[in-house]
């Protein structure tokens, strides 16, 4: 079946503009959890949903930040007022339920120029 | 909380031969889970091995197996008859039992030598 799917690959931005990235998560699974992954380090956790709502929110680094999963399957991570330092690879992952296997997409690379 | 370290930034082997990934982590839960992931360039990551800490006996996935120390809080990852295709980032990663973000150490590049 299919896995996770993240849209766009890539996007480029300007500084102070908004962005959105979407994650379509694997049919089915309940959870769904978002990371960001910096230049030359690991996955830093973001945010996860279980159904519709936020279940921990804690990693989300400023009021920028913000996501949504409205129908309990697609979410959206969506980034107010750009700064250079957003620049990362976005990561979505989703598990059939809270603390099983997370699988992940393939990402999408923010560039805020 | 969790912590995770890799102290190995980079790493080689040559084909067939077998290589020892190390990563250490520190936690205050009593019950948690142990991951290694693989990324290639494809930016995917891709689950290798999962470990329930609670089981005493390591995990293995064919060619890949872990050493679990629970009382020194290590957790290698083995690769045995190693692949060209196994030349990939590697992050060992850690979640709490009733916490289900996951811990992610800086990670190992393993290059494998034909």
């Known amino acids: 079946g299919a896995g996770v799917s993240q849209t766009p690959s890539n996007k480029v931005t300007e500084k102070g503009k908004y962005v959105e990235l979407r994650c379509d998560p694997i049919?089915?699974?309940?959870?769904l959890y978002w990371y960001r992954q910096s230049l030359g380090q690991g996955p830093e956790f973001l945010i996860y949903?279980?159904?519709?709502?936020?279940?921990?929110d804690s990693g989300l680094p400023n009021d920028r930040f913000f996501a949504v999963r409205p129908e309990g399957s697609v979410s959206t991570l969506k980034i107010q007022r750009t700064e250079r330092g957003d620049s990362a690879v976005y990561l979505c992952?989703?598990?059939?339920?809270?603390?099983?296997?997370?699988?992940f997409g393939p990402g999408t690379r923010l560039t805020v120029l | 909380a969790q912590t995770v370290t890799q102290s190995q930034p980079e790493m080689s082997v040559q084909e067939a031969e077998t290589v020892t990934l190390s990563c250490t982590y520190d936690?205050?839960?009593?019950?948690?889970?142990l991951f290694w992931y693989k990324q290639p360039p494809s930016r995917q990551m891709i689950l290798v091995i999962r470990?329930?800490?609670?089981?005493?006996q390591n995990a293995t996935e064919n060619r890949f197996s872990v050493n679990f120390q629970k009382a020194a809080k290590s957790f290698s990852l083995k690769i045995s008859d190693s692949q060209l295709g196994d030349a990939a980032m590697y992050f060992c990663?850690?979640?709490?039992?009733?916490?289900?973000?996951?811990?992610f150490g800086k990670g190992t590049k393993l290059s494998v030598i034909p």
């Open positions: 990663a850690g979640s709490g039992a009733g916490s289900y973000q996951l811990t």
């Open positions: 936690t205050s839960e009593s019950d948690y889970y």
């Open positions: 049919s089915g699974h309940t959870a």
């Open positions: 949903f279980q159904g519709t709502g936020a279940a921990d």
């Open positions: 470990q329930e800490a609670y089981k005493q």
């Open positions: 992952a989703s598990s059939l339920n809270l603390g099983d296997t997370q699988y």
